[in-house]
């Protein structure tokens, strides 16, 4: 079993718009999962029942055992922490450091281990320098760490990252993945939202592919990437050096540059010596 189910879930939306149609799925402690598809998928919708955000209209989700539909999101935060798409739907607070601090502050943790986690998460999250500051002052790239920071205090079980490079540059980028790193030495899992393929490619084991308000393939980015089938059906691009392998013929499933390289080396090997054949 994993630790969390996703079992014929449908998900309605008040105005009845179905959102999500009988998907099933499984994640595991210590996995790092993407899942990716088109605008209005279905993803952002789907990861607010992972914490209980949004109730099953049918089927059930199961976290760590737990029927979410039975438990409040305060109750189920420990479980999954949930990074909003807007870092302005999360953040409330007019200092950086109470921000962090709210939620282990409200799980009753002692007032120097809350400033130890604070902290920590602060470096970890590139923030330690505007830990005083309003978040509000700050820009949004830099927001969008304190909503990842605050999640980050909770020390939940899965962390849900939803769009974290949207906006970010390439420190953005590189801190994104120094947070996914953390998290995964500490097993914790880690699902991300994106549309960024190279982004996909460099961080995540598994991928969950997201269309026609269901999920239409997993896999691992190797076997993803080269799915025209799932890719067209999904509006996805493969990644840039895929692309590229595609382009001249390369077989194997290429997804990143030390793969392309490899490839190019076994078949310059291949490759008659001059002279020879003439
Ligand atoms: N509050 C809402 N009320 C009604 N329909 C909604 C609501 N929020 C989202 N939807 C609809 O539900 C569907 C799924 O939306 P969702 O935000 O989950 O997609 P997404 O895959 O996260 O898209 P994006 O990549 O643009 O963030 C879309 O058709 C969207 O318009
Ligand atoms: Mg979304």
Redesign the pocket.
Known sequence: MGYIEVNDLVFE???G?R?LDQINLEIDRGESVAII??????????VKMLNGLLKPSEGEVIIDHWNTKDYTTAKLAKKVGYVF?NPDDQIFHSNVYDEIAFAPKTAGIAEDLIEERVLEVARVSGLSEYLDDNPYDLPYSIRKFVAIASILALDSDVVVLD?PTAGQDKRGIQVIEKVINYLIDKNKSVIT?T?DMEFTVRNFDRIIV?AHKNKIAEGTPAEIFWKFDILADAKLMQPYTSRVAKEVGMEDKIINIEGFSNALKNEQLQIPESGEGK
């Open positions: 939306y008040p105005n718009n959102a598809g088109q605008n209005g998928a279905g993803k952002t919708t789907l798409q769009e939202i549309h997201m």
